[in-house]
C-alpha cells in the first residue's frame, strides 16, 4: 500500500497532468504549483454570490495568481485581507491588506503578491482580527472536502498559528477555488493536520461539503525540527514550550 504521501504525489501528478491536457491554465505547464486555472475570475464571482462571502468583513486568503479575482474583489468591496509573506519567513508573517488605507483605484494591483511584497504592512499573528473567511489555492480536492497543495504544508501551519491564537472559530468558513479538473473523484488521502474545506467553488459549481474535524493548533509531532527553525512564528512558540 503506498504511504499517505505517495498517494497525494500521485493525485497531483493526475491533475496537472490533465490540466495541462485540457490547455486548462495560464501558465506553460501547472506542474509544480498551485495551478493559475482558467476561469478563477467566473469562480471568484461565484463565491461572491454566496450568503457566506457577503457576511465576511475580513479575509484570509493565500497569495497565489489562481486566487487574485478573490483577493480583489474582497478589497473592491471593503473587506480587510490578510496575506502570508511567502514561506511565513518573517517575524511579522502575514500582510496586511486594508482596503480603508489603499488606493483601489485598480484592486487587482492593490491584491497582487507583488504589491503586498513592496508596499504593504506586515503584522505578527496576534495583531490579526477574527477571521471570518480561509481562502486556498489547492491542487485538488474531493468532494468530502479533503484538498492538498503543493505539498509545502505552509496553508496548514497558517491554519495552526491562526488556531492557537484563537482567530478562527467554528463559524469561519474554509473555502478553496479550483478549476472543476481540479475536483477528483477518488477520495484523498489525509492526515490530522490536514485542512479541509467547507466550500468548494469551480466556475461551474458550487459544492458545500460534510463537516469535518479541524486541527485542533500545532501538531508539533508532524513537524520536521528543519520546518520549525525556517518559520520564526513556530520557532518562538517552540521556544516558549515547556520541554523546551
Known amino acids: 500500500m503506498p504511504t499517505t504521501e505517495a498517494a ?31 476561469g478563477a475570475h467566473a469562480a471568484a464571482d461565484r463565491l461572491a454570490n454566496t450568503a457566506a462571502w457577503q457576511s465576511a ?31 511565513l519567513a518573517a517575524e511579522r508573517p502575514f500582510f496586511l491588506l486594508d482596503p480603508s488605507r489603499l488606493d483601489l483605484t485598480d484592486p487587482f494591483e492593490a491584491a497582487s503578491s507583488q504589491f503586498a511584497a513592496a508596499a504593504a504592512p506586515t503584522v505578527e499573528v496576534e495583531s490579526l482580527g477574527s477571521i471570518d473567511m480561509i481562502v486556498l489555492g489547492s491542487v485538488a480536492c474531493d468532494r468530502s472536502g479533503t484538498r492538498i497543495g503543493k505539498g509545502a504544508g ?15 472559530t467554528p463559524e469561519t468558513l474554509i473555502v478553496t477555488t479550483v478549476h472543476s479538473l481540479q475536483v477528483v473523484d477518488a477520495a484523498i488521502p489525509s492526515t490530522t493536520h490536514d485542512v479541509s474545506v467547507d466550500l468548494i467553488v469551480t466556475p461551474e459549481e458550487t459544492i458545500t461539503c460534510p463537516p469535518a474535524p479541524r486541527p485542533p493548533g500545532i501538531l508539533w509531532d508532524h513537524l520536521p525540527a528543519d520546518k520549525i527553525a525556517s518559520i520564526p512564528a513556530l520557532r518562538a512558540r517552540a521556544a516558549r514550550r515547556p520541554q523546551a
Open 154 to 168: 505552509y496553508s496548514d501551519i497558517e491554519f495552526a498559528l491562526l488556531t492557537e491564537a484563537g482567530l478562527i
Open 57 to 87: 468583513r475580513t479575509i484570509k486568503a493565500v497569495p497565489d495568481r489562481a486566487q487574485l479575482p478573490v483577493r480583489a474583489r474582497a478589497l473592491a468591496e471593503g473587506k480587510t485581507v490578510y496575506m502570508a509573506v511567502p514561506a
Open 8 to 38: 497525494k504525489a500521485k493525485v497531483r501528478i493526475q491533475v496537472w497532468d490533465a490540466l495541462d491536457a485540457a490547455n486548462a491554465v495560464h501558465t506553460d505547464t501547472s506542474h509544480g504549483r498551485i495551478p493559475h486555472f482558467r
